[in-house]
Each structure stands twice: as structure tokens, then as C-alpha cells.
């Protein structure tokens, strides 16, 4: 069936680093969001993109719908703190039928 | 304005109990859909309405997984008998869907932590 490959699955940061994180799957898709979920949450849209080749920017957060229409990425500029978290990408079909990401894991390096 | 609302927060059973987790979706909002989160398999959709009509429940696990939404700003998702491994977090989210309208983003609830003994 349809599968969203997320990556990287976890990553570590330091206060003021850019964060990049991406989605790709074979299949074709006409709806690409991201959400992130902090603990004890539940997901909160951060960006929708309904155009292929469309990028999108929300403050520090910038994604973008691949030109192929089978990817994402999302890039957080000069993290903070509060960034931590997790973050999914989700994309809609044809059919409308949403499929989410695995999450990629955000923290903060110590 | 008022987010998607769920109710328990937090379920804690014994195996075999009858559990019903409750929802309340934005108001306006014609599509409501019930997801299971767990480590191990993440963000799983179980059923989705739209117009409070079931339109797709081949994400639920089993016959002991039910779900109704006999009106525009209530649902339930009812498991029985409940499992130890029925535990995880129960998340409703809803969305505007219009006609040949594009797909609008689902907005989350917090979620129920839901854990069988």
C-alpha cells in the first residue's frame, strides 16, 4: 500500500542550527501537510501545501511540495527549544485517503 | 474557538472492561476521523464519517472496535471487551470537506491515553 518515508527518524540539535527534514514516497500525491506533536498532545498543523512545486512559510518553518509530487521537506531556521518534538508529514491521495509519516524526532543536543 | 475536545484524558481498565472514549469536533466541521498511536506502529487512522455516515473503517482492528456518531458534534469509540494490547493513545481529529473542495487539514484532539491492566 501507499507508505510515507520519513527522515531522518531523530535528530539532535543545537540552540540557533537549521533543521532540515524530508518525506518521500512512489506514490503520487495531491495534499501535503506537517504537524508537530509535543508530549502528551495531539498533532498541530504547522503547514499545508496543495501545489506541486509550492513552498510555504509559517515564521521560521518553511516546507515545500516536491515538483514530482511524491515529497516534502520541511526546514525550521535558528531552532529554539520550544522546537522540540515530533514531527510528522502527512499527504493526501487521489481518493482523499490520508496517510501520516513516522515522525521525525526532534530534541535539543546537551 | 473551541478545538477538537476528548474525553477521558487518561483510561486506565482492567482487561475485559467495556471502554468508551468520547469526542467533540469543531463546530462546523463535517469529517471526523478516530487514530491509534503507538510506538511501535505510530499514527494508525481506525475509521473516518463524513456527514456523521461511516465512509471507511477498514483501519479498525477487530469486531471488539465499534464507533457512532449519531450527531454533527458527538462520537464514540467503543471497545469490547478491552485487551492489554487495545493500550495506546486514541486521538479524534476533524476537518471541513466540501464538495471537489480541496482536502482541508485535519485538526487533533489531545487524545486519550487509554492503558488495559
Known amino acids: 500500500g501507499q507508505q510515507l518515508n520519513q527522515s531522518p527518524q531523530s535528530m539532535f540539535i543545537q540552540e540557533g542550527e537549521d533543521v532540515s527534514m524530508n518525506c518521500t514516497s512512489s506514490s503520487i500525491f495531491n495534499t501535503w501537510l506537517w504537524y508537530k506533536q509535543d508530549p502528551g498532545e495531539g498533532p498541530v498543523l504547522l503547514i499545508a501545501l496543495y501545489k506541486a512545486g509550492e513552498l510555504t512559510s509559517n515564521g521560521r518553518l518553511t516546507a515545500q511540495f516536491g515538483i514530482t509530487r511524491k515529497d516534502s521537506f520541511l526546514n525550521i531556521s535558528a531552532s529554539i527549544p520550544s522546537d522540540v518534538g515530533i514531527y510528522f508529514c502527512?499527504?493526501?491521495?487521489?481518493?482523499?485517503?490520508?496517510?501520516f509519516g513516522s515522525g521525525t524526532r526532534l530534541s535539543i543536543r546537551p | 474557538d473551541a478545538g477538537v475536545i476528548q474525553s477521558p484524558r487518561h483510561e486506565v481498565t482492567e482487561m475485559g472492561q467495556e471502554v468508551t472514549l468520547r469526542c467533540k469536533p469543531i463546530s462546523g466541521h463535517n469529517s471526523l476521523f478516530w487514530y491509534r498511536q503507538t510506538m511501535m506502529r505510530g499514527l494508525e487512522l481506525l475509521i473516518y464519517f463524513n456527514n456523521n455516515v461511516p465512509i471507511d473503517d477498514s483501519g479498525m482492528p477487530e469486531d471488539r472496535f465499534s464507533a457512532k456518531m449519531p450527531n454533527a458534534s458527538f462520537s464514540t469509540l467503543k471497545i469490547q471487551p478491552s485487551e492489554p494490547r487495545d493500550s495506546a493513545v486514541y486521538f479524534c481529529?476533524?476537518?471541513?470537506?466540501?464538495?471537489?473542495?480541496?482536502?482541508?487539514?485535519?485538526?487533533f484532539g489531545d487524545g486519550t491515553r487509554l492503558s488495559i491492566l
Open positions: 481529529a476533524s476537518s471541513l470537506r466540501g464538495q471537489g473542495a480541496r482536502n482541508q487539514p485535519q485538526h
Open positions: 502527512a499527504a493526501y491521495s487521489s481518493a482523499s485517503k490520508i496517510i
